[in-house]
């Protein structure tokens, strides 16, 4: 059976894409895409990275929380990923704390204009530390400095701000300790800190646990354009041959499951309902490439080991089986498997991480592609 007319939908809307070759497809708008050439002459379609940003990513199903070893989290349905992941969640998969805010700023060609209160990691920091990590500014009068001249004169009115900020660090210690959120910072914009926007931000004390958002314009920067981009990890396809529902059992010869417990975990449950996989070709029996015949399983009804260290036990230390296809930001799960339209779902599930651990991927599901029976899917490395 040839690849025919492939069918990509997106499950959160009611648009679907129909491509039956490169002039005639069309782009979903929730989930910017491009055409990419097969080895068998053909094209399919895969998440255009270099257009989507978190801000831009479609909103989480399920609302959640956790607690553990004082650690907390927390999460609502209809939220993008900007409102719940942090920059330490993707630290090693995109390398966030590389960038400054002129960074950002010149990603997205646009002036960092925004006020202060809309940098809440900037606004707990204090003055000794922001004196070491911002460019010259202990070489700077005070006076000259509109935040913290600010926060001087309403904590310490007899202080003389016509001195360096060092000179007054120095002869008044206790200067340092002050924090710049203990004034109001909305009047006060990124350029009344001279040189702010060139700190990179692994600099600022307690960057792993600032919220995507509130690093202003970070947002919008698309993923592909991160320090580390986001890509395709591998250019491995399959086709789907069949779609299988949840009267199936047992599967032994499986692509899913974890970084944990690997990528060939069996399902050995009463229900398997999965995807079977086959060569790109369809060449039949005297060609069988590495993948057919093997089974994707639906997350919906497997769970897998995942997390590590100090966050293992979140969520009993289990996620949904499936693959990471596009590095270690999210994992690319498989969800309702529908035997009577031919079509599959498919989800993105991300993970939380601090500096002794990180949970299993089981924030989720953000609905990603449907599928059709003869589309040929992305499997990565």
């Not at 059976?1 to 490169?22: E, Q």
């Not at 990590?133 to 600010?150: E, F, M, Q, R, S």
Request: contains cysteine; proline residues 7%; positive net charge.
């Amino acid at each position: 059976m040839k690849i025919g007319r492939l069918i990509f939908s997106l499950f959160f809307t009611t648009a679907t894409i129909y491509v039956t070759s490169p002039s005639t497809a069309q782009t979903q708008p929730n989930l910017p895409t491009r055409l990419i050439p097969l080895t068998t002459g053909k094209q399919t379609l895969l998440p255009d990275w270099q257009r989507i940003s978190f801000s831009q990513m479609p909103s989480i199903q399920k609302s959640g929380s956790i607690k553990i070893n004082g650690f907390s989290r927390q999460w609502k349905a209809g939220d993008t990923p900007d409102k719940y992941l942090t920059l330490g969640d993707v630290d090693e998969a995109l390398k966030p704390q590389l960038f400054s805010l002129s960074n950002i700023a010149n990603i997205i060609n646009s002036p960092n204009t925004s006020t202060l209160d809309n940098f809440p990691l900037l606004g707990k920091q204090n003055l000794q530390r922001l004196a070491e990590i911002v460019p010259n500014l202990g070489d700077t009068t005070t006076a000259k400095i509109p935040a913290i001249a600010a926060l001087l004169k309403a904590k310490y009115p007899q202080i003389n701000i016509n001195n360096s900020l060092s000179n007054l660090l120095s002869q008044n210690p206790e200067l340092g300790k002050l924090k710049l959120n203990q004034i109001d910072l909305s009047s006060y914009t990124i350029f009344d800190i001279p040189n702010l926007d060139a700190v990179q931000l692994s600099k600022f004390t307690g960057w792993q646990n600032t919220l995507i958002k509130d690093i202003p314009g970070l947002n919008v920067v698309p993923l592909a354009f991160f320090p580390l981009p986001l890509t395709e990890a591998g250019n491995t396809f399959a086709r789907i041959d069949f779609i299988w529902g949840t009267a199936e059992k047992r599967r032994q010869r499986t692509v899913s499951g974890s970084d944990v417990a690997g990528f060939s975990v069996p399902c050995s449950g009463q229900k398997c309902p999965h995807i079977e996989l086959d060569d790109l070709e369809n060449s039949g029996r005297n060609i069988r490439g590495k993948f057919e015949g093997s089974s994707w399983i639906s997350g919906k009804y497997q769970q897998v080991e995942g997390g590590w260290g100090c966050l293992k036990s979140v969520n009993g230390g289990k996620e949904p089986t499936g693959r990471l296809p596009y590095g270690s930001a999210f994992k690319v799960v498989v969800m309702e498997a529908n035997e009577k339209t031919d079509t599959v779902d498919t989800a993105l599930f991300f993970r939380f991480k601090n500096a002794c651990g990180a949970t299993p991927y089981f924030i989720g599901p953000v609905p990603f592609f449907t599928y059709k029976v003869n589309s040929p899917i992305f499997l990565g490395n």
